[in-house]
Structures are given as structure tokens and as C-alpha cells.
């Protein structure tokens, strides 16, 4: 079936560190994907999405491009702030259950 | 100034009563959404309804019960069914159901059971 794999956390890095957080997904078919982010005690934001292979999403500072190929979607950011410390959420959605699929989170840390 | 609310923000209920957590939206999305999260996991779909009047279970529908009379709204039924409420919920709503449709959330309920 689909699904999505997240890398495990916590992820701790320093100020101005440069970040990946990987994804990958299994999906029969032409899924978009998204990366969400949920700082604590909040409900999840769109973060960036790419509909289509080789699209880059891209928002306050991180990029996602959508690799076909290799099935992923990895996030990533030049130089991260303290105030990106949260948990991010990848996800698929296909357009044959128009239900998102989730990955199960991997929470950064950012230490000044 | 659209988006989705949630009320309440916590809530505590007794073993063996139903709660109703509230969900409404002002972006005249027609399909709306309820998840479940536990500490450390990632979210899992309870219910969702694609228009008014309509509704689906989704993948953990034992023990919840949801009700679409009004577009803007999607409350949800905790019952007594359900064996291990306590949990944060998140309710969303998207324009449609294409895979292009963006999901927004509300901020969250948190439900303990005392």
C-alpha cells in the first residue's frame, strides 16, 4: 500500500546549521506530497507541497524537490533558527482515496 | 479573516460520557476532515466528509460519530465506545478532494479522560 517514511528524531542542531530531514514514499501511482510543520501545542501549517515530479516547494527559507526516481522528498534549510524547533510532517496524497497519508514525524531541535 | 476554529481548546471528560468537540470554517471549503494524534505519532484520519450530508469513516472510526448539516460546520462525538480517547484532535478542511487540494487545520483539542 502507500506509505511514508520519515527519519527518526529528534533531530538537534545548531543555530545556522544546515538541515535535511529525509522522506520517502511508496505510492502506486502520482502523488503529491507535503511537508507540514506543528510547533508545540498548535495545530499543523502547510509548510510547502509539490505536486508533480520535479517540482520544488519552497517556503520561509526550505525546499523540498519531488525525485521521482528515488521516491523522496527530502526538506531541507541553508541555515535554520531557533524558532524553526518543531515537528515536521511528511505526507502523500493520492487522487484515487483523496486521503493523506502521513508520516510519523520528526521533531528538531534548535539549540542557540 | 478566514480559517478554521476549534472549541474547546481542552477539554477533560469522565469515563463513560460523550463529548462533542466543535469544528468551523469560514474558507467555504466543501470537504472537511478529523484526525486523531497521539504523543509522537502522526496523524490518523477518523472521519471525513466530501460535502454536506455526506461523511466516510476513515481508518480508526470505532467509537466517534460526526454529523455535516451545515457546510462550515463538522463537529465530532467522542462516545463512550471509545476506548482510549485521550488524545490531541485536529480537524481540517480542503476546496475539494484533487490531489492540488491543500489541507488547513485547526488549532487542535486536546481531550484527557480523567
Known amino acids: 500500500g502507500n506509505s511514508v517514511t520519515q527519519m527518526e528524531g529528534p533531530v538537534t542542531l545548531s543555530e545556522e546549521a544546515f538541515l535535511t530531514i529525509n522522506c520517502t514514499y511508496t505510492a502506486t501511482g502520482y502523488p503529491s506530497l507535503f511537508w507540514y510543520v506543528q510547533y508545540p501545542g498548535e495545530g499543523l501549517q502547510l509548510l510547502l507541497k509539490a505536486t508533480k515530479a520535479d517540482d520544488k516547494g519552497s517556503n520561509k527559507g526550505f525546499e523540498a524537490t519531488y525525485r521521482k526516481e528515488t521516491t523522496s522528498f527530502h526538506l531541507e534549510k541553508g541555515s535554520v533558527q531557533v524558532s524553526d524547533s518543531a515537528v515536521y510532517f511528511c505526507a502523500l496524497l493520492m487522487d484515487s482515496n483523496y486521503q493523506l497519508i502521513w508520516g510519523a514525524g520528526t521533531k528538531l531541535i534548535i539549540k542557540p | 479573516d478566514g480559517g478554521i476554529t476549534q472549541s474547546p481548546k481542552y477539554l477533560f471528560r469522565k469515563e463513560g460520557q460523550n463529548v462533542t468537540l466543535s469544528c468551523e470554517q469560514n474558507?467555504?471549503?466543501?470537504?472537511m476532515y478529523w484526525y486523531r494524534q497521539d504523543p509522537g505519532q502522526g496523524l490518523r484520519l477518523i472521519y471525513y466528509s466530501q460535502i454536506v450530508n455526506d461523511f466516510q469513516k476513515g481508518d480508526i472510526a470505532e467509537g466517534y460519530s460526526v454529523s455535516r448539516e451545515k457546510k462550515e460546520s463538522f463537529p465530532l462525538t467522542v462516545t463512550s465506545a471509545q476506548k482510549n480517547p485521550t488524545a490531541f484532535y485536529l480537524c481540517?478542511?480542503?476546496?475539494?478532494?484533487?490531489?492540488?487540494?491543500?489541507?488547513?487545520f485547526g488549532p487542535g483539542t486536546r481531550l484527557t479522560v480523567l
Open positions: 474558507l467555504n471549503h466543501d470537504a
Open positions: 481540517a478542511s480542503s476546496m475539494g478532494q484533487r490531489t492540488t487540494d491543500t489541507q488547513y
